[in-house]
């Protein structure tokens, strides 16, 4: 078993690098705002080389500014057995989404440790690099790096999406630098191989809560693919230009973001637009400019598919006959990802692990069964590590559903029944 | 007859201050982001105060930063026949709005210098500040002031609606104290009355250029407010958030305006949204707070309330009724402006003189009648001024009916002509 009061000690006390939008009274209840590479996010990054090290632990950076922490196991000539999620956060996160993953991670560590337990091969744990996409707008694209889906170059150059105030956009490569989390060591799955890749996170979604249930084994995620649109009109004033002679940027904009929620509706799938920016921005002149996002999901890599093409075609007619005078759309792929199966092994580590935990619980909940298997609607760094080595993930708990909101919200009893999950599965999976 | 030469040169030498948007090879295709109270206004501004004092003209600045030029008449004891304008622009903004009736006022006056013309009153020039409300989003607010439309301290208090990068949003007061343009005399009628005010602007739409035209007389201008919509939702993740357990900020925003242009066409009026801004704004997170702005004309004050009135039950209903778990929406009003009728007695002056002005014209165009009444759909500080002093306004001719755009155009001919005509109605205005 881990140590359930420093799991959620250690949690709460890295949550204070980058702690914002407090919700509640206590202390710990505030959300996040530690974006990718921040000065934050630097912090955190010290403090856990600090802790590694603490443990007799070797650190290495990658080139993406992906951190591994390596404990020695009886061969170390074989690839470790990692444990992975990542410590940013979106700009009004939570404490638990990613955070959780990397402190479970360090806290089997620090209990293999203390019990002095020698694993056959090496165990570790990675913290990716800008998981979230909130900064740069490119998700979980360390660890697509690493499995090689994504060209170096490409991640390195890719901007922030919201420059801080008074600054030019900076990219990833130069905001690693500036933190000090450039390194040597190619982010390469070749370079650094791994026996397998564990990840927990909390469910983001309210089945767990729902049914009474402890944990979630994950089987997969679906797929999703995010667009920049660039809508295109013509500026002109507001109260001299008729509404028939207009190319309003805006208005139209507006009506493909209803025309792509009636798509995700026919299709039973996800449509999100959440950046929306329009130019130049004043109230009596028509928008010349506007830029928006597009999040498209859906389990099946057809349906998906299918979604975006009917939102292409309605963008085409609002943009061609329902905009008076015309607007011209422009589509940019920000980042497309496959429907994801994890691997089957992994999986039924976790099964045996979540047993044993679930045991404690099942006497109280009448033999109920306290785990089930589950899908993943986000994306995930396991999404990545799947494609490279054998990968699947257990989801907390989480308080309604929410997350990507700062009252985001895993019990200390569901964070640590997560972390004994996976302290046993890791454990089970390196003695196979 | 003024002289059109230095008129022109004048024009584009001040547009030196500000310019912006190139869109064509001449160095005077440009547009202008001179935005008010910025250095460019400030240098303006400074270059204006020279060239009044060159004419032997007394200058005051008051509270709200208006310049007032006068040049003595016979008796100085009864008020000024005023010509006034703005030189503040749009962020894309062009050459000639505001700008043109400011430098033909100018021009009107060198006019009167040079041929030594003793007029029977006073006759002088106003720069109004932050006409276009596009910095500090109350237009022609500083007119209003001057009229007692709106209290001193509300227009102080006024912030900018798009901070430099870096800085917090200053206050209009804030910024004619930085550029040294906070006067010490009250912006106020009874302070410094007015005798009447004109004012030459370009008509911003296309009536007089399709008519084969050289002049508008301005009857009197349609309603317009200007609103702020707030709506509140919740973020949340937009992989994991099923769709009817959602309240999404951004998606209602959308379909209210939608809505609005629905509402638009109903009444035959004119709702317009310029400015759109959703927070957080992160690909993967719906946005809890959307902010937009309503710009909303009619001719009637009457249509306009009902077409407003509209928007809000639409609104009402997308908030209630059409997102899923519900968003709220708040409004808060910008700006009233009631439809103004222009003096009858102004209008007969500007009449007298376009008739001798377009006489010019009227052999090579068969002695066709060159001017034409107009109702303006722009808010001008001649709606404004009207409530404290007979008023009315002169149009020129504006290619494609363009302006709020870099490539808003009035050619030289109709910029010299306009200036003609305005010269006239001055010294006739100021005879009778
Ligand atoms: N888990 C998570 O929020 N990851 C971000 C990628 C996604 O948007 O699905
Ligand atoms: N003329 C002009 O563009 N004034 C700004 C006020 C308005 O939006 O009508």
């Not at 760094?381 to 559903?401: H, L, Q, W, Y």
Request: charged share 25%.
């Amino acid at each position: 078993r881990v140590n359930g009061t420093r799991l959620m000690e250690t949690l709460h006390s890295t949550c204070e690098f980058g702690k914002a939008h407090p919700w509640g009274t206590h202390e710990t209840e505030t959300g996040m705002a530690r974006l990718a590479l921040n000065d934050d996010d630097k912090r955190v990054r010290h403090w856990l080389i600090e802790q590694a090290k603490a443990l007799g632990c070797k650190v290495t950076v990658d080139q993406m500014g992906n951190m591994f922490v390596f404990r020695p196991g009886k061969n170390n000539t074989i690839p470790p057995v990692m444990m992975g999620s990542h410590l940013d956060t979106q700009p009004t996160g939570g404490r638990y989404d990613g955070i959780l993953g990397v402190i479970a991670g360090l806290e089997v560590l620090r209990t293999l440790h203390e019990h002095d337990h020698q694993t056959e091969g090496p165990v570790g744990l990675v913290n990716w690099t800008n998981e979230e996409g909130a900064r740069f707008p490119m998700v979980t694209v360390s660890s697509a790096v690493w499995a090689g889906e994504i060209p170096l170059e490409t991640a390195w150059n890719c901007k922030e999406v919201t420059p801080t105030a008074g600054q030019k956009p900076q990219t990833l490569k130069q905001e690693l630098e500036r933190i000090g989390f450039l390194g040597e060591v190619p982010a390469s799955y070749t370079v650094q191989p791994m026996a397998a890749h564990f990840e927990i996170h909390i469910e983001q979604g309210p089945i767990l809560e729902d049914g009474g249930l402890k944990v979630g084994i994950v089987t997969g995620a679906q797929a999703y693919n995010w667009y920049e649109i660039e809508v295109k009109g013509r500026d002109s004033h507001a109260g001299t230009t008729p509404l028939s002679a207009r190319r309003d940027a805006l208005l139209a904009a507006a009506k493909m973001i209803v025309e792509s929620n009636k798509a995700a509706k026919e299709f039973s799938g996800l449509v999100t637009t959440g950046i929306f920016r329009a130019e130049p921005g004043s109230v009596n002149t028509m928008a010349h400019t506007v830029r928006f996002t597009l999040d498209a999901r859906h389990p099946s890599d057809e349906q998906l598919a299918k979604m975006v093409s009917r939102c292409r075609e309605l963008f085409e007619k609002v943009a061609k006959e329902e905009s008076e005078r015309g607007v011209e759309v422009k589509w940019t792929t920000l980042t497309e990802n496959m429907a994801v199966q994890f691997d089957k092994g992994c999986i039924a580590a976790i099964e045996e692990s979540a047993d044993e935990v679930c045991a404690r619980f099942e006497e109280a909940a009448g033999g109920r069964k306290l785990w089930t298997h589950l899908t993943s609607g986000a994306g995930h760094d396991s999404c990545n590590a799947s494609k490279r080595c054998p990968s699947a993930m257990i989801f907390a708990v989480t308080r309604e559903g929410m997350s990507h909101t700062p009252d985001e919200y895993c019990s200390p009893e569901d964070c640590i029944t997560s972390a004994d999950v996976l302290l046993g599965a890791v454990v089970r999976y390196d003695k196979a």
